[in-house]
Every structure is written in C-alpha cells, then in structure tokens.
C-alpha cells in the first residue's frame, strides 16, 4: 500500500476529510514518521528488553524527609 492511500485510510478510520491539499503535505509527514516507528523496532538486542517502568503496590516505602 502507498502512503498516499495509507494517509487516506487513517484519516477516514478517524472521521477526518482532508483537501488535497492537505493531503499533500500530511504523506511527506507520515512517511517520516513511519520511518521512524519503524526503526524503533530495528535493533534486535532489545526485542525481548523491557522498558517499562513498573507500580508494585506492594513495594516497601521509605519517609525521604527522615
């Protein structure tokens, strides 16, 4: 699929028109933005990695203030 109609299809999933005009400036956009989604997932040494960052409720706390 091209980005033109990619552009398209995204807009038209959210509700949203656009002019061609618009059009013309949202691809350019998008492919880079795609590009740089896509890299994100290009390293192989951090597919399995976990990010994020995690609430233990049951986690002791401490007073900083003491």
Do not use: H, I, K, N
């Amino acid at each position: 699929m091209d980005d033109l109609t990619m552009v398209r299809g995204l807009l038209a999933a959210a509700g949203l028109t656009a002019t061609e005009a618009e059009l013309a400036a949202y691809v350019p956009a998008y492919t880079g933005q795609r590009a740089s989604l896509d890299a994100l997932y290009d390293v192989p040494e951090a597919r399995y990695a976990d990010p994020a960052l995690r609430f233990r409720a049951g986690a002791r706390t401490e007073d900083w203030a003491r």
